[in-house]
């Protein structure tokens, strides 16, 4: 199986544009996410955004774009290094393999492909609870909140994903 290259890689202008906006929505995910009272509403606004960039861009634009991204979270996350790096890599593959098949501009799609990305990333991190000594107790309230988390993950996808595919099409 060959993986094609089914668009160019984007142009500065609309680099520097999807620059700007994702640390923006680094800084939201920062700033305001992060300090949110429930762990089920803390979403991670970036995934989506890397779904938005495999879209638009080369693979190895978007592969290079999600790899720097995801050591900036996990480097600032200060434990369970490449758990980021991992599930924005995954989710720029995934759309990668996938786009000939399936019509990304839908943001049906596009949710349901976030949401199963976000479910990927709580089984990973049910795992990693599992081994970690200082975790709390792995209940049915863990997975209620994963579950949460990734169905609000997949409903905020699209309008993260809107702006990319916007300046992408060249119509910003």
């Keep these: 199986m060959s993986i094609r290259v089914l668009k160019a890689d984007p142009g500065s202008g609309v680099t520097v544009r999807v620059a700007v ?3 923006l929505v680094f800084l ?5 996410i ?3 009272p429930y762990q089920a509403i803390r979403v991670d606004l970036m995934l989506p955004l890397m779904l938005g960039v495999a879209m638009e861009w080369s693979l190895a634009a978007g592969l290079l774009w999600a790899l720097a991204w995801g050591f900036v979270f996990d480097a600032l996350s200060g434990k369970f290094w490449g758990f980021h790096v ?9 759309v990668h393999i996938s786009i000939e098949k399936f019509e990304f501009q ?3 799609y596009q949710m349901v492909v976030v949401g199963a990305c976000a479910m990927g990333q709580g089984v990973v991190l049910w795992l990693y609870l599992l081994v970690e000594p200082q975790a709390p107790t792995l209940d049915a309230a863990v997975w209620q909140s994963l579950l949460a988390r990734s169905f609000l993950m997949a409903v905020v996808s699209p309008l993260l994903i809107y702006p990319i595919g916007r300046w992408g099409s060249g119509s910003a």
Excluded: D, E, F
């Excluded at 939201?28 to 305001?32: G, K, L, N, T």
């Excluded at 991992?86 to 995934?94: F, P, R």
């Design 21 to 23: 906006y994702t640390i």
């Design 34 to 36: 992060s300090r949110l």
């Design 28 to 32: 939201a995910q920062a700033v305001w």
């Design 106 to 108: 839908n943001p049906l």
């Design 86 to 94: 991992v599930s924005y890599i995954t989710a720029v593959c995934l």
